[in-house]
């Protein structure tokens, strides 16, 4: 493990970051600024009969068509309450463009390199399997999300 | 030859855009010439247009064209090697030539022959020049030609005067009329269309909504111009699939008579059009199959006369359209394929074990002739049995997003099917309304529309056993409700039913909807990842109110609902599940490197575990290697195969832990971060994996782990696949030769032949290419620019790795160079250029008796 861990943080510490922010549930997220390609109010979403339970459906971005996966269910989190609407936050990834349906975005925050930390072994692993790794900021803890592996639906689905 | 054959048209074509090209380069270096008269360089490169003018002129068979060219470059070979000087009434001569030259190309693409005009005089003139002794250049020269035709000097001295001559010469519709696009440029267009369709969809959408004859009539206008543009567009990309087919007959012919059979070839729907970039994937796979029709399929002519068939064996391509997919078949009435043989094969590759092959149904067994490296040829002959060939068939129309499948019958022959999806088309579709959300069924699918109204409107559906029939023209047809089988709320039972008759493949069933909308032109755009695993839908499309809608794949519609029997799907799941086998009920060994914490391999494939220290590990071959029990053991970072670009380990562990992977004779070594431990459980993998190095992921001891593909890590390194001649893996052949189109015949002929091809159109090209890669054997025109190919021999015999790889000259047929002149001059053997069946023969024949050994490429474990 060490290792790994060592290996892991002298990739993602090599400078500060920017990083886009945003809540599922009570957990504090953050994806590099640099993956993400837009930031949306929720959209008309077309559902998608038979897909797995993650997809809420797909959506037009312009011409594009771009499956949108509800966080909520990807972290295996209780839903949303009914009257608040997600926000879609578009991120590039290897194979094509994604949305992310979350609760609230927050700011778009630099941190400090040095605050980084792997994620801790007791997290729940749902989340674990998506997170990179930990920021402490001052106030609280934001979640580095791997959006490559929360939109492949091969990753943590077996659990 | 009068008349060409259809299939030559396109190399006319080709010929007379270079020739057209050629000339007018021709004009102006002429011109330049004649300021410079001793400018070598530029004397060589008329010299070498003229050539090649001439050397194609010769194959088509335009013999006016070939004496005329022919006595011009005699001319110039002179001037070239300074025999002659060159003078005003000399160029006068050579443009001369090009303006005949430009008349008969100008006759040939207008009515594919020469033309009456056979330019006896200009012939003769251009010989008698050549002719006069070189000692005395210029006067006599001028003499003779001027007896010859006092207009002469007059064609030179004077632009004017040759002007209406030049005019009756009709520019060239050929070069005119076509211009080089990029492809780049024609898939954005395609994109900024498909963008305009729906926009122009919800313009139209908004004037159904509003009572205002400007926006009505505008719209219409709209309407009408993006169909058509998009029409033009699509146009532009769509080749006909004869593309591709053309090159066949070509190639059955040759397979025949090598091989001692009767072969004919059918071709049916050789005008289905398809997508470009379509046509360039399944060239090769096209070759391939039928190479390995003629070759596998197709039984020797007394052989089928014994088994009651015709001598003469039948090839058939059949090429058609069908539910927005192109389906391609080619079948034989050959011999089928032996399973029992398939299957002893596979057990002798160590591919199948004999309990496994045991159980293995036909169909299964049929499936292993597309693994990597499987060879049913009894020995390794240029034409086929080199292990490369289903495989490669099946990942080049998987990447295309097609489907291959095989069918065989022992003793009636095999046909091959492959889908082809057609991404990018633009679709007619019919949108229907179920469970409150809009459906598209493409249109190709559909039959007819049913609606059964009044009371009894759900009775006329009847049941047989639980399953829905319904009685269409008295025969019945299955039915089946989409809301079902999408999982949808249906809706409160309507006074009507509404059904559309879909057809997939060759069957027929009814699908009950809850709505009919209208018809529309929709955008086929592809889904997701995360929704690539739906059978049931075949795409998405944008709408004209802007949201999207799925479209639905009828065949999986039908096979999803039961309509239709799915052992087309069993039989496929069978081949994955056969294909992950391995590691179902197996002792695993898990592992972890780079940012996967957990990887497991099937402990039947690993042979050892070892500690190597850091300092034992040598490089050799571009890779790492180790000393390992008196053998060469490559290494392979794990790490790198899975994560390719990721930074090295800063301080590497030492020892380094490897695990040796052992596979027949193979060996293998796979350095890993950790081995964390050995487990034994019962897996099933629940996902499969895109990314490289990974089957897929499964649950093993309670925690996700990822499942190694051991055949691409293996063919990570280098030093095994090459070693021992792996997958994929030809012989390479350079060919070097000034002329594009040359290069293009030759190229044709080695692709065929199953070589691979490298092109060099220059001496430094030459080089480059020779530096690039390790090459087998180098096929070269005489005049290589700039100085000849001579200049390319003495620049292999230079290098120590070059001078043994065996170069083949080829000549055009005139030019007097004989096999034993060639030998002397450095080279291994000459052959005509346009002989390719001589060439093949010749290059087979060096390739594999001079290829030096290091670069011997043919896989072991052929020699059976």
């Known amino acids: ?159 | 030859m009068e008349s060409v054959p259809i299939q030559d048209q396109e190399i006319v074509g080709e010929f007379l855009v270079e020739s057209y090209e050629n000339l007018s380069r021709l004009d102006q270096e002429l011109v330049e010439i004649e300021k410079h008269p001793k400018d070598a360089a530029l004397l060589a490169s008329i010299f070498r247009t003229i050539h090649t003018v001439k050397g194609t002129c010769g194959f088509l068979g335009y013999s006016t064209l070939e004496k005329i060219t022919h006595q011009a470059e005699t001319l110039l070979s002179q001037l070239r090697d300074g025999q002659r000087e060159l003078n005003p009434p000399l160029i006068s001569l050579i443009l001369e030539t090009v303006d005949a030259t430009r008349k008969v190309l100008a006759s040939i693409e207008a009515s594919g022959k020469e033309g009456p005009d056979l330019f006896q005089d200009l012939t003769e003139r251009l010989r008698l020049k050549a002719q006069l002794p070189a000692t005395s250049p210029d006067r006599s020269g001028q003499d003779i030609l001027l007896g010859a035709t006092a207009q002469l000097p007059k064609l030179l001295a004077t632009a004017p005067d040759r002007k209406p001559e030049e005019s009756a010469v009709k520019s060239s519709a050929v070069a005119d009329a076509n211009i080089r696009v990029g492809v780049g440029l024609l898939d954005q267009l395609m994109d900024l269309v498909s963008e305009l369709v729906l926009t122009r969809n919800q313009i139209l959408q908004f004037n159904t909504e509003r009572e205002d004859p400007a926006l009505n009539a505008t719209s219409q206008q709209l309407n009408l111009i993006t169909s058509e543009l998009q029409e033009g567009v699509m146009k532009t990309r769509m080749q006909p699939i004869a593309m591709v087919w053309n090159q066949l007959p070509r190639v059955v012919r040759d397979m025949a008579v090598s091989l001692g059979k009767q072969i004919e070839l059918e071709m049916d729907g050789a005008d289905t059009e398809l997508d470009r970039t379509v046509i360039e994937a399944i060239k090769d796979p096209m070759v391939h199959l039928v190479r390995n029709s003629c070759d596998h399929g197709i039984e020797l002519p007394d052989v089928r006369v014994l088994a009651g068939k015709s001598p003469q064996g039948k090839l058939t391509l059949r090429a058609l359209h069908e539910g927005g997919q192109v389906n391609i078949e080619i079948s034989d009435d050959g011999a089928g394929i032996d399973i029992a043989r398939v299957k002893q094969k596979a057990m002798e590759r160590g591919i199948l074990t004999p309990e496994r092959a045991e159980k293995l149904s036909d169909r299964e067994a049929l499936n292993l002739i597309f693994l990597p490296g499987f060879s049913m040829a009894k020995a390794v002959t240029n034409l086929s049995g080199r292990g490369v060939g289903m495989d490669v068939v099946k990942s080049h129309i998987e990447k295309i997003g097609g489907v291959v499948d095989l069918f065989s019958r022992p003793g009636e022959g095999t046909t091959v099917k492959i889908k082809i999806p057609l991404t990018l088309a633009i679709i007619p579709g019919l949108v229907i309304t179920s469970g409150g959300e809009r459906f598209v069924i493409p249109q190709v699918s559909l039959l007819e529309l049913i609606r059964l109204e009044g009371d009894s409107s759900e009775k006329r559906i009847e049941h047989i056993q639980g399953t829905p029939v319904y009685r269409r023209r008295g025969s019945l047809l299955p039915v089946a409700y989409l809301n079902q089988v999408l999982g949808l709320k249906s809706a409160a039972s309507a006074e009507a039913v509404s059904m559309v008759v879909l057809q997939a493949e060759d069957r027929q069933f009814g699908l009950v909807v809850d709505g009919i909308n209208d018809t529309q032109e929709i955008v086929v755009k592809p889904l997701g990842k995360q929704l690539k695993g739906l059978s049931v839908y075949a795409g998405a499309t944008i709408m004209g109110d802007g949201r999207v809608a799925l479209i639905l794949d009828v065949l999986g519609i039908g096979q999803r609902s039961g309509v239709l029997s799915e052992s087309h799907h069993e039989a496929r799941a069978a081949t994955e599940h056969r294909t992950q086998g391995g590691i179902e009920q197996q002792r695993l060994l898990l592992l972890r490197a780079g940012s996967f914490e957990r990887l497991a391999v099937p402990l039947s494939l690993v042979a050892r575990l070892e500690e190597f220290a850091q300092s034992a590990i040598e490089h050799a071959g571009g890779g790492q290697v180790v000393q390992y029990r008196n053998r060469i053991l490559p290494l392979v970072s794990l790490r790198a195969v899975l994560e390719p670009g990721a930074p090295e380990q800063d301080t590497a562990p030492d020892p380094l832990q490897v695990v040796v992977l052992n596979d027949g004779d193979r060996s293998v070594g796979m350095i890993v971060d950790q081995i964390l431990d050995i487990a034994e459980d019962v897996v099933t993998v629940r996902q499969k994996s895109n990314r490289k190095g990974l089957l897929g992921s499964g649950v093993v001891g309670k925690r996700v782990t990822d499942f190694l593909d051991l055949n691409q890590v293996i063919q990570a390194s280098e030093s095994w696949v090459q070693g021992t001649g792996g997958i994929g893996s030809d012989k390479r052949i350079l060919v070097a030769d000034s002329s594009a189109f040359s290069r293009g015949l030759i190229r044709a002929g080695l692709d065929m032949a199953g070589y691979q091809v490298v092109e060099a159109g220059n001496l430094d090209e030459a080089i480059r290419q020779l530096e690039k890669q390790p090459l087998n054997a180098v096929v070269a025109g005489l005049d290589l620019p700039p100085n000849g190919t001579i200049a390319l021999l003495s620049a292999m015999h230079g290098r120590s790795d070059w001078k043994d790889i065996p170069v083949l000259a080829l000549t055009d047929s005139s030019e007097q160079m004989q096999t034993p002149a060639a030998r002397k001059a450095g080279f291994q053997d000459c052959q005509s250029k346009f002989d390719q069946v001589a060439m093949l023969e010749s290059l087979a024949r060096l390739a594999s008796v001079l290829a030096p050994p290091a670069i011997e490429l043919v896989p072991v474990g052929e020699e059976n």
């Not at chain 1, 998608?48 to 996966?69: C, D, H, K, M, Y």
């Not at chain 1, 009914?82 to 990834?93: L, Q």
């Not at chain 1, 674990?128 to 803890?141: F, H, P, S, T």
Request: glycine share 6%; proline share 5%.
């Open chain 1, 1 to 159: 493990m060490v290792a790994t861990t060592a290996i892991l943080k002298s990739q993602t510490t090599q400078a500060g970051r920017q990083f886009c922010t945003f809540f599922v549930a009570d957990l504090f997220f953050g994806v590099d600024v640099l993956h993400v390609q837009e930031v949306l109010r929720v959209q008309q979403i077309t559902r998608v009969p038979q897909a797995p339970a993650v997809v809420e459906g797909l959506i037009n971005l312009r011409g594009q068509i771009v499956t949108a996966i509800d966080m909520r269910r990807r972290l295996q989190l209780p839903p949303r309450d009914g009257d608040r609407t997600p926000m879609n936050i578009v991120v590039r990834t290897e194979d094509g463009a994604g949305s992310l349906l979350v609760d609230e975005i927050g700011d778009v925050l630099d941190v400090d390199a040095a605050s980084w930390e792997p994620s801790p072994e007791n997290l729940d692993p749902n989340a674990r399997e998506l997170i990179r790794g930990v920021y402490k900021l001052k106030d609280r803890l934001l979640l580095v999300l791997d959006t490559e592996r929360a939109l492949d639906l091969a990753v943590g689905r077996a659990q």
